[in-house]
Every structure is written in structure tokens, then in C-alpha cells.
Nanobody, 116 residues
């Protein structure tokens, strides 16, 4: 059974940087499509960044040019590098994996708070 564990969240000042990690186990990580979502209080969960077929990336308009998704297959880990963060980036960030059979796995989430 696939499992995803996020880490790296915390409190960061506006304009700062943070790197989230998502470690996968119980799945053939290298062939899965991966994504980062976020959910702010009282709002729906939304896609932030995705990595499809191991190389194609896509980003929400609100984070383009500031966030970067990447993966390290040797470490079974996907990352979300967050630069120039803004208060509106405050949310719980979730890692998502979809295998070739379209089975979806979610992590437990990690809190990111952007505040001075």
C-alpha cells in the first residue's frame, strides 16, 4: 500500500523561501504522476503544481515563477521549492500520487504559514 509523508512546513516571513518534501513508500515511485495541492481554511483543496510522465510540469497561475516542483527517483521523493512566499500562500499543503492504474494516494499534509 502506497504511503506519502510530507515534511518541511512551518512559519516563514513574506518574501522568504521554504522547501517541502514528500517521501513515498510502497509504490513504484518513478512511474507515478505527482502533485502538490493546498487547502486554506474554509476553502477547497486546489492543485498547486504537478509533475506528469516524470518531466512535464504545470503550475497554478498564483504560484508560477515562484514555486518549482521536482523529484528525486533515487530517494522516492518529490519536492516543492517555494520562493518569494506571500501571506496568501498560507495553507495546508498535501502531496498526491497517481499510479498507472489511476490509484490515488494522499499524504497527511504539512502546514505552511506565511506571516511577519
Amino acid at each position: 500500500q502506497a504511503q506519502l509523508v510530507e515534511s518541511g512546513g512551518g512559519l516563514v516571513q513574506p518574501g522568504g523561501s521554504l522547501r517541502l518534501s514528500c517521501a513515498a513508500s510502497g509504490t513504484v515511485f518513478s512511474i507515478n504522476d505527482m502533485g502538490w495541492y493546498r487547502q486554506a481554511p474554509g476553502k477547497a483543496r486546489k492543485l498547486v503544481a504537478s509533475l506528469i510522465d516524470g518531466r512535464s510540469t504545470a503550475y497554478a497561475d498564483s504560484v508560477k515563477g515562484r514555486f518549482t516542483i521536482s523529484r528525486d527517483n533515487a530517494k522516492n521523493t518529490v519536492y516543492l521549492q517555494m520562493n518569494n512566499v506571500k501571506p496568501e500562500d498560507t495553507a495546508v499543503y498535501y502531496c498526491n500520487s497517481r499510479d498507472p492504474f489511476s490509484r490515488v494516494t494522499w499524504g497527511q499534509g504539512t502546514q505552511v504559514t506565511v506571516s511577519s
